[in-house]
């Protein structure tokens, strides 16, 4: 039986279809005009932008960076040029064949590929690293003969960073160094990422870090058109960098140099300002190190000999260092009962050589001083009468006078780094120990802290700040280690703003008493023989500080003492007497007596600075063996003193 079909559901159905097949043709062409438009219209400036970023290649020029000097115009830190062998590792295919093909080219050290791996792991497989620097014009020129061999291996014209004075400074200029991976992170965080493209340095010390935003200067651009290859074609478009501004320090390096060589091979830091303004005129930490280390990263065997020295050479004393001011604390503790109302000048105290305490026995001169008023327990030393004094004041009588004048406070320097110290309290030490019973404030403690010991840890930059605010008659400037800036285009020479003064409300006639106590201690007490032959009047006061607690009944003896255990010595000073145009506060540290070996320096300082006078030769070697009181020879001028730099190294 044949089926009839039914034409007409058969027309339907094809009907459907080809509705169906329509709209989806029709769909397509939508989607296909959609994505026209969203190319075409939308994303045409995106897209544009993408394909001119084919064609060409956005370059960044690395700016110079800004040289350093010193307030008299030496220059600290600045550039030179020369080239470099760098790889991408990207573009490598095999990294260590390739560094030996190199290596029968161009001379490639043990020491080069160890930096060169130390640096991969800082550094992301499409950036340039450098195997080799400083390379001679032979070496380029062989290179350059045989580059087609080496795809990801380019010479590159750089800049580097190089110190004149080599370690004279170091502490203070500081040092640059290639940026680490934390860095990078910071930096890209930072609205200043686009200006550090194609920058590999970064200030890591001194000056050369507080003041990167200073000395990196402006990144340039410049615009290429480049083949599929890569390669540049011409340049399209340039954007010239601005270098980064000059900074002129305050110190004078002449002056740096001369307290350094002054040291020797000792250990310790000296802080020299003008308590008219706050200007640090040298800031010492001894041992230094050579700053020139850095710059290309410094080798395992130089970094491991700096590290791990026992006399820490990386640590800059004169703002890290913390330690017991000893008895230059006592001209402040003077100023703290005058203005407190607790010792008259001439109120006269019997010192019998100890003081009696809670059953304790402290210590001061053998034999005693008898009586002492104010003026002779300073120009002698008494410690008795500073243990009395502190007694009745109390340690937070002590800590609320001491700390406008900036002990263990935050100098507000302008560098960075700098330590607190410790200025104790009854609240300090409720907060520092964990123990209940070491939080208690024991009545002996504060004993010690009348002559500068127990608790009290001060930097030199504090004790030298606060000798600068007694010199000046009670205002406290902040230290300041920059004066200004000078612009490298246009050569305009910036100031820096520095906050106004802060005037501590000190009486006239109290600071006049300490000034005279000051000045006889360099006239007829324990500074007298270092100031015998001077032309200028000065005030000052020696110290000698523990480095490590004795028993109550053991007497000191350095001779039988491990070196590093012996006492600090310490000077503070500031001259003319009159009107005082610097302040010093110096530490020589496990060197005994102040007078014997921190005062001489101080006093070379001074004729320095006032009269223009440098030690003679017999003198300074004299002094940096701790063997010379007053000048011995015949002084030499400032002026005819040379100021002798290393050679800018040559490629």
């Known amino acids: 039986m044949t089926e009839l079909r039914n034409v007409e559901a058969d027309v339907s159905r094809f009907r459907l279809r ?7 043709v029709l769909m397509a062409f939508v989607l296909i005009v959609f994505r026209l438009y969203m190319l075409q219209v939308v994303r045409h400036q995106d897209l544009a932008e993408q394909a001119e970023s084919n064609r060409t290649a956005v370059v960044p020029i690395v700016p110079n960076r800004g040289l350093i000097l010193d307030r008299n ?24 064949e390739t560094i030996e093909e190199i290596a029968k080219i161009v001379d490639v050290t043990p020491r080069d590929r160890r930096k060169f791996r130390r640096l991969m792991d800082d550094s992301k497989s499409f950036e340039s690293i450098p ?25 590159k014209a750089r800049l580097f960073r190089s110190y004149p004075l080599g370690d004279t400074g170091a502490h203070a200029i500081g040092y640059i160094g290639r940026i680490n991976q934390r860095e990078k992170e910071r930096i890209e965080d930072s609205d200043d990422a686009a200006n550090y493209r194609g920058t590999d340095y970064i200030g890591k010390l001194g000056v050369e870090s507080s003041y990167e935003h200073v000395l990196h200067g402006q990144t340039g651009v410049e615009r290429l058109e480049t083949s599929a290859g890569g390669h540049a074609v011409r340049r399209l478009a340039s954007y010239a960098a601005s270098p980064g501004d000059t900074v002129m320090m305050s110190i004078d390096i002449k002056l740096q140099k001369l307290v350094e060589d002054m040291f020797g091979d000792r250990r310790g830091a000296l802080v020299a300002m003008d308590p008219r303004n706050g200007e640090v005129l040298a800031l010492v930490s001894k041992p230094t190190f050579d700053p020139n280390l850095f710059v290309e990263g410094i080798d395992h065997e130089n970094w491991q000999a700096l ?25 402040f503790m003077g100023l703290a009962a005058l203005e407190l109302h607790k010792r008259s000048p001439t109120q006269v105290y019997n010192d019998p050589g100890y003081f009696n305490f809670g059953g304790r026995t402290f210590r001061s001169h053998e034999g005693g001083l008898g009586g002492v008023d104010m003026y002779r327990a300073i120009q002698h030393s008494s410690n008795t009468y500073f243990y009395s004094l502190a007694v009745d004041m109390g340690v937070d009588m002590i800590h609320d006078f001491m700390k406008p004048m900036g002990f263990g406070q935050i100098t507000g320097i302008d560098l960075n780094g700098e330590l607190r110290g ?5 609240e300090w030490k409720r907060n520092t120990y ?43 400037y902040t230290p300041h280690i920059v004066k200004a800036t000078k612009d490298a285009v246009s050569g305009k020479v910036t100031e820096i703003e520095q906050p106004a003064g802060v005037d501590l ?17 360099n006239k007829v007490g324990t500074g007298a023989r270092l100031f015998a032959s001077a032309q200028y009047t000065s005030g000052g006061k020696t110290g000698t500080a523990q480095a490590v607690s004795l028993g109550q009944n053991v007497r000191y003896n350095a001779r039988l003492m491990e070196e590093h255990k012996r006492d600090h010595s310490l000077f503070s000073a500031f001259a003319p007497l009159e009107e005082p145009r610097i302040a010093v506060a110096v530490i020589v540290e496990n060197a005994g007596f102040g007078a014997a070996a921190a005062g001489p320096i101080v006093r070379r300082v001074f004729d320095y600075w006032l009269m ?40």
Do not use: C
């Not at 006399?311 to 604390?329: E, Q």
């Open 18 to 24: 080809v509705i169906v097949v329509g709209l989806m």
């Open 434 to 476: 964990k123990r209940p019973e070491q939080k208690r404030w024991f009545p002996g403690e504060t004993v010690s802290l009348g002559i500068g010991q127990g608790y009290n840890n001060f930097t030199m930059l504090q004790l030298a700040q606060a000798e600068a605010i007694l010199a000046n008659g009670g205002t406290r």
């Open 131 to 155: 195997l080799r620097t400083r390379l001679t014009d032979e070496e380029v020129a062989r290179f350059a003969a045989q580059r087609y061999r080496f795809p990801g291996v380019d010479i």
């Open 422 to 426: 410790t200025l104790p309290s009854t």
């Open 612 to 651: 223009g006078l440098y030690p003679s030769e017999a003198d300074l070697a004299a002094v940096s063996r701790g063997q010379a009181t007053s000048p011995i020879g015949t002084p030499r001028k400032v002026a005819d003193i040379p100021i002798v730099t290393n050679e800018t190294p040559e490629p």
């Open 73 to 96: 115009g030496v220059v600290l830190a600045s550039n030179y040029s020369a080239y470099t062998l760098e790889i991408t590792r990207a573009k490598v295919a095999n990294l260590e």
């Open 307 to 331: 590290n791990e020295s026992i006399n820490k050479p990386l640590l800059n004393r004169a703002l890290r260092g913390t330690y017991p001011p000893g008895s230059t604390y006592k001209p």
């Open 505 to 521: 409300g000190y009486s006239p006639k109290n600071i006049e008493v300490i000034h005279k106590s000051l000045g006889l201690v």
